[in-house]
């Protein structure tokens, strides 16, 4: 059986960034899971002693604290800084740059539009900035926008990085068509659209396709998305432990991708463990 990495996977410039610092700030905790993936997160607590925090209440005046890579809450991070001995921000360059817009449109008397989950820590941050907190709306699709009244006749959009930039530009042109006046802002990164372009061109080559990340990641979800509309195959896995080998009986062609949260040697031991299976 062939197996192939897709041309563009694995770890982003935000997460690569984000992995240096908690490395280089031994004994430190991160507000939230600085990543979405388990098996990283382990390893930097073993081998950097780098705890996590899953509330503010949990952190101690002498903490050194590392914003994690989707960013927290505006109110949050300004807590941080006045409770702790120090704050790092690792939030990635690319979701800052949504806060900032959002904080700018919003002070301009834009009406806010984000797409992305509602729940996701970095549209909880996104969402944050905005002055008017009661004129942000997020949105998953299209149909959402019926459920949408704008204070303002002028709308500011932005998208969560990882989203599907062919939904958003659907979302996109539905609000041109009705509002008179609209900005958009292209703010999904570009790791994200280059690793879902690789997962779609290898997708429609393979008979099954493994995609690896944790489970709560979005993008990693949005890769399992994109591929299963290729090859009914397709599998999420968070790491080896969870490949069955019933799956690969009769294939000849596995595809491989990961999530940009996921790490080389996660990858690396997921393609050893199907090398060991029997034809």
């Not at 935000?14 to 939230?32: C, D, H, L, P």
Request: hydrophobic content about 35%; aromatic content about 8%; proline content about 3%.
């Amino acid at each position: 059986m062939k197996i192939e990495l897709a041309s563009s996977y694995g770890f982003c410039f935000g997460v690569k960034r984000a992995i240096e610092i908690a490395q280089k700030y031994e004994n430190s905790a991160t507000m939230g899971p600085l990543i979405h993936n388990e098996d990283e997160i382990n390893r930097l607590k073993k081998d950097f002693n780098v705890g996590l925090y899953s509330q503010l209440s949990d952190v101690k005046p002498d903490d050194t604290v590392i914003i994690r890579t989707h960013g927290i809450p505006k109110n949050d991070l300004k807590e941080l800084k006045k409770g702790v001995k120090k704050v790092i921000n690792a939030t990635c360059p690319f979701v800052t740059t949504p806060q900032n817009i959002v904080k700018n449109m919003s002070k301009d008397g834009y009406s806010i539009l984000i797409f992305g989950d509602i729940e996701h820590p970095e549209v909880k941050g996104v969402k944050s900035y905005a002055s008017d907190l009661d004129d942000v709306h997020v949105i998953l699709c299209p149909e959402d926008l019926k459920n949408v009244k704008f204070k303002n006749n002028k709308i500011a959009c932005v998208a969560q990085t990882t989203k599907k930039k062919e939904t958003y530009l659907e979302i996109v042109n539905a609000l041109i068509l009705k509002n008179k006046e609209v900005r958009v802002f292209n703010t999904i990164c570009d790791a994200t659209f280059e690793n879902q372009d690789a997962a779609r061109d290898i997708s429609k080559k393979a008979d099954i396709m493994i995609v690896i990340g944790g489970k709560s990641s979005s993008n990693t979800k949005q890769l399992h998305s994109i591929c299963l509309e290729n090859c009914k195959n397709s599998y999420l896995i968070e790491n080896e432990n969870e490949l069955e080998s019933s799956w690969f009986i009769n294939k000849n062609y596995c595809g491989i991708t990961a999530g940009a949260s996921t790490p080389d040697w996660v990858i690396q031991k997921v393609i050893d463990k199907i090398k060991s299976f029997k034809p």
